[in-house]
């Protein structure tokens, strides 16, 4: 029965109220959840619309006494349509182009640090489903990781959120490295043996990589990489 309602569903996600394609959005993500044969054969038609909205930004400034603060209103949106790419990616998979999927991927890889937390999770995926195109785009995303771990406070959070949501931002990205270093060959790639060397310079990564490792139960000699080359 819902079946024949699904062409309807599907134009919500074009409309022009952010709150209209945003409650679509949840909808979307609840379906991929939990009935994805509803939407598999509308892949096509979804993705577009799914991929356009992680690239929308709607930012203005906040007057608060004295201070001004940004806002983005489409932010909760594009936290939806991540949301949404998770849950395909768990389940609808095998009907994505990677590559494009993978282009988003890196677009949230630079986002508001909710969104960046949901990218590593993707990427986690990724690594295990299919190393080869992580492999592929490894440039675009280590530097964001690189980035992510030299930010400071400020630089991810600028209104004053708890120190201790960065430093989990920056475990998370960790974990993204741990997991990277364990794809077959990686040893020989120049990228990621580059990137390793700064990681291991820096006291405060080098310090997240074993507290990892360890949480982990995971040795440097358990990674393909060695981490002393």
């Not at 932010?75 to 939806?80: F, P, T, V």
Request: one cysteine or more; aromatic letters at 6%; hydrophobic letters at 40%.
């Amino acid at each position: 029965m819902l079946r024949q309602y699904i062409g309807q569903f599907l134009k919500l996600l074009k409309d022009e109220d952010l709150a209209v394609r945003r409650m679509a959005l949840v909808t979307l993500n609840s379906t991929a959840h939990n009935k994805p044969a509803l939407i598999r054969e509308h892949m096509d038609e979804i993705l577009p619309d799914l991929y356009k909205e992680t690239t929308i930004k709607l930012k203005r400034e906040v007057e608060m006494g004295p201070f001004k603060y940004p806002v983005d209103d489409a932010l909760d949106n594009r936290k939806a349509a991540f949301e949404c790419m998770y849950t395909i990616l768990q389940n609808c998979i095998d009907r994505v182009n990677i590559f494009q999927f993978l282009k988003h991927i890196e677009i949230g890889l630079r986002d508001v640090p909710d969104i960046k937390m949901l990218t590593y999770l993707m990427v986690l995926r990724l690594v295990h489903i299919n190393p080869h195109s992580i492999i592929l785009k490894l440039e675009n995303i280590l530097e964001p990781l690189h980035e992510t771990f030299q930010s400071k406070l400020k630089d991810i959070c600028p209104i004053g959120q708890e120190v201790e949501k960065v430093q989990e931002l920056k475990r998370s990205a960790m974990r993204v490295v741990v997991a990277l270093g364990k794809i077959p060959d990686i040893e020989k790639n120049p990228l990621f043996i580059d990137f390793m060397k700064k990681v291991r310079a820096n006291k405060e990564t080098d310090l997240l990589l074993e507290q990892e490792l360890q949480a982990n139960q995971t040795s440097y000699d358990d990674m393909v990489f060695s981490m002393d080359q």
